[in-house]
């Protein structure tokens, strides 16, 4: 161990995991993501640091079967109660007046599962989407008319940790800055001392400030094996990624026939990940609904108000010449005609810089102590609601009255989601220095939005490639 890691291992005493790869080898054909096999290791793991790996492969064997397990056989044909910790998707069937569910992953089908009002009504938690938790399920055989289904008869979260946000944040002063972002770095798998110097590691972790901050638009474009699926992936229970097919506005915010929302509205974040590879259907009504909600946060489909904080990521291949930058100075060429509206790229905030990042190599992959992944996304996820951050950067900066308003909204948020992950400690305006604000919060998110503005005078002659010039007071 190095010092920090013993200082996370002593500050982070419950909250911490010890990785090193051959760990995570027992997960082996296990499409599992980071927060549930962190979880497991800190399960299994005793106060000495010793893994028990045959008490994780029994609870694997028994609770988390894999999409070749038998599951509908023991639930009909042996009459067995089943209790399993998987993702299930919840959904609304107005017109048969019932709640169905799916386990994509064990094949277990919409119109296979049901979950009895009794149970939705006393977990609250249980709407539409993607959830996970240790359910119960039993077989009910068909009666008359009606089919045999599989119901859920119990449900309990996967919510490990309750979060005290004042014990976060006292622990995050016993860390200096460098050793924080440090921290950062290695709770999102990644080992910081592979990296070349700060600047590449404030790039890094600018993947996370969607996960901290409402509403919050990015693009990020680089050549693959940067890493950037996994992480919208794997981290956080609370994005969803959409890798590939076809996008609609059903799809996205609201199903007219099925008078449900889309997946906009049950989550942080949506990534939508090889979007040169993604299709848009019916893409004038989509563009004018994505259009609003980028800007106001919602918008309205037939008589419909759909409203979220949830952010969008467009997550984008980029071509790279012999020397590492882009081929092509027009970046947003890259992205699908579905995007070639300055309009709408102009309610994007800000632009991450891919390819400036490593390649993922094994040397990349975290070693040591670092955060349990459940808790430091459930610390990312409750961050969304504090608004001490954005009144503190409201504060600290001067705008000049002529500012360009989404300019303006642009680098406030951007700045906001960088004081929450590096200085989340900080309550009021005099707790910090200018030029920490300004180096570490307000020059990064003034970079970010420079981006957008210059890709955009490049596609539409009415933009200019001038920012605002916002300053700390």
């Not at 199903?255 to 889309?262: F, L, P, Q, V």
């Not at 891919?354 to 990312?380: D, H, M």
């Not at 909204?409 to 305006?429: E, M, Q, R, S, V």
Request: proline share 4%; glycine share 6%; aromatic share 12%.
């Amino acid at each position: 161990m190095n010092q920090l890691d013993g200082k996370i291992k002593h500050i982070f005493k419950d909250e911490s995991v010890y990785k090193i790869p051959k760990r995570y080898n027992i997960f082996s054909g296990k499409a599992l993501p980071s927060f549930i096999k962190d979880w497991l290791i800190r399960k299994f793991t005793d106060e000495y640091g010793e893994l028990d790996a045959s008490g994780i492969l029994t609870f694997l064997e028994k609770h988390i079967p894999d999409k070749n397990s038998d599951i509908k056989n023991r639930l009909r044909t042996h009459g067995e109660e089943v209790i399993i910790l998987t993702r299930f998707i919840v959904e609304t069937d107005i017109l048969k007046d019932t709640l169905r569910f799916s386990i994509p992953d064990l094949g277990v089908k919409p119109n296979e599962g049901r979950i009895p009002d009794y149970v939705a009504k006393k977990h609250l938690e249980i709407k539409d989407g993607e959830i996970w938790g240790v359910i119960t399920l039993v077989y009910i055989p068909p009666d008359g008319k009606n089919k045999g289904v599989i119901e859920l008869v119990n449900f309990k979260p996967f919510k490990p940790y309750n979060v005290d946000f004042e014990y976060f944040k006292q622990a995050r002063t016993e860390f200096s800055m460098n050793e924080w972002i440090d921290v950062l770095i290695r709770s999102m798998e990644y080992n910081p001392d592979e990296f070349d110097h700060l600047t590449q590691k404030l790039l890094f972790i600018s993947r996370l400030l969607i996960f901290v901050e409402p509403n919050l638009n990015i693009v990020e474009l680089a050549p693959k094996g940067t890493g950037k699926s996994y992480i919208f992936g794997n981290i956080s229970k609370y994005g969803w990624i959409i890798s590939g097919g076809t996008v609609t506005r059903a799809k996205l915010f609201f199903d007219i026939s099925k008078n449900t929302t889309g997946i906009i509205t049950q989550y942080d974040f949506v990534a939508m990940d090889e979007i040169e590879t993604i299709k848009f259907a019916n893409e004038n009504e989509l563009q004018g609904a994505l259009k609003n909600f980028l800007e106001y946060g919602f918008c309205t489909v037939a008589k419909t108000r759909i409203e979220s904080q949830s952010g969008l990521m467009l997550l984008g291949n980029i071509p790279l010449s012999s020397n590492k930058t882009p081929v092509y100075t027009t970046y947003f060429s890259n992205l699908p005609s579905f995007f070639q509206s300055s309009a709408l790229m102009d309610r994007f905030h800000g632009f991450i810089e891919g390819w400036k990042l490593k390649r993922v190599n094994e040397n990349l992959i975290v070693k040591g102590y670092t955060l349990n992944v459940e808790y430091f996304t459930e610390i990312l996820h409750s961050m969304r609601q504090i608004s001490t951050y954005s009144y503190i950067v409201g504060d600290l900066l001067h705008v000049p009255k002529n500012a360009d308003t989404r300019d303006t909204k642009a680098i406030k948020k951007l700045c906001t989601a960088y004081l929450k992950l590096l200085l989340p400690h900080i309550d009021n305006a005099n707790a910090i220095d200018k030029d920490t604000i300004f180096t570490y919060c307000l020059q990064p998110a003034l970079e970010k939005r420079a981006i957008i503005r210059k890709q955009l005078a490049m596609m539409d002659s009415e933009f200019s490639e001038e920012l605002p010039d916002i300053t700390i007071k």
